[in-house]
């Protein structure tokens, strides 16, 4: 079977794919990834087609009124006119070609990857959606995706929303909206050996690279200076981690540590609500405090503090949020209440719970 890989550029959007690509090349189908150059430097294990990248004259603006906006304006502005007319439309002719040529079996996508959506469609290709985020969220972002699709290809909304969506999120944080949901697990579990002083903290992979996000480690630092914990925080492979100042006594800064390891032995998570660091803690049924910075992170700190497995420390839908006045004490009363509230360690292992039934990640799950 020959597989086409669909994604925009972001660690956030192909990194999910990545476990299903190595999946499928093991299982011997034929495997090519297609998406703007920029992704490239992301594919190091399959073969590349480059597509094509939206005019930065156009869209550059467009980004720098963004969050000028109120959230529900710039979120329409990110969604239907970045990420759907501009990158999407850029996208279109190259995937058409790429599938033509390719004669793919099947397109798998990153939701946010709109041109795959339309191309596969017009040429009868089954397409399969690999989650980024929560059901409701991806349902929002093909409403607003919708009038700009519908006008290059009738009916792309529906065959769109028909189509399997793939999600390691965990029913009872995340409802079924579509009806050819298939919820997975990673193969590998954590085993918790919890030290009840161990904190660790993280901003993941796409917050090192805004400069402008950067303070943000300095209140993660400062906040848990005073506790009578010892921490961990990673500031990712390409940031410099003497860069995180004020340094901190009990605040072990490095640049990468093993994800899985870290996860098994802390007893509260401080993140920025990244769905792959969020689900990862989801599976480990690690405590979480979520401190949202941009895109969907809220909804997913939302998320969390309503299944009762960790606390939302402030955010609002669709901002970039930086650091104010407050958030030191803010991010540091959450994590104290965290480490002294069992019910939410509790719940958290419940939620493991749930997502160990989960079968495993197969291609079989397609058949």
């Not at 669909?6 to 299982?27: D, E, I, N």
């Amino acid at each position: 079977m020959r597989v086409l890989a669909c994604s925009t550029t972001g660690a956030g959007h192909f990194t999910p794919m990545k476990p299903w690509l190595r999946a499928f090349a093991a299982a011997g189908h034929d495997v090519l990834v297609l998406g703007p150059p920029a992704l490239e430097e992301s594919v190091r294990e399959w073969a590349f087609a480059p597509g094509a990248e939206a005019d930065p004259a156009v869209v550059g603006p467009l980004w720098g009124r963004v969050y000028q906006l109120a959230p529900a304006e710039a979120k329409q502005m990110v969604e239907g006119e970045i990420f759907t007319r501009h990158n999407a439309g850029a996208m279109l002719d190259p995937v058409g070609a790429v599938i033509d040529d390719f004669q793919p079996d099947l397109v798998l996508r990153d939701p946010m990857e709109w041109a795959s959506a339309v191309c596969a469609g017009r040429a009868g290709v089954p397409q399969v959606r690999i989650a980024i985020s929560l059901a409701a969220e991806d349902a929002q972002l093909l409403s607003m995706a919708s009038p700009i699709l519908e006008d290059w290809e009738p009916g792309t909304t529906e065959l769109v929303a028909a189509s399997p969506f793939l999600t390691r999120f965990p029913a009872s944080l995340d409802p079924p909206i579509y009806p050819a949901t298939a919820r997975y697990r990673f193969a590998e579990e954590t085993h918790r050996s919890v030290a009840p002083d161990f904190v660790y903290a993280t901003l993941g992979t796409v917050a090192p690279t805004m400069n402008h996000l950067l303070p943000w480690y300095g209140v993660l630092t400062a906040a848990l200076e005073p506790l009578p914990v010892r921490a961990l925080l990673t500031v990712g492979k390409d940031l410099d981690p003497g860069i995180v100042t004020p340094a901190a006594s009990n605040v072990d800064v490095r640049a990468w540590a093993d994800h899985a390891a870290v996860l098994s032995e802390a007893a509260v998570i401080v993140h920025h609500g990244g769905s792959g660091t969020t689900l990862d803690a989801l599976a480990a049924g690690t405590p979480q405090v979520v401190v949202p910075l941009f895109a969907d992170q809220n909804a997913n700190a939302v998320a969390i503090d309503t299944a009762g497995v960790g606390f939302a420390a402030g955010g609002q839908p669709f901002v970039m949020r930086m650091p104010e006045d407050g958030d030191v004490e803010l991010v540091r009363a959450t994590v104290e209440q965290a480490l002294v509230t069992p019910a939410i360690a509790r719940r958290a292992e419940k939620v493991a719970g749930e997502i160990r039934a989960l079968p495993p990640l197969d291609v079989a799950l397609l058949d």
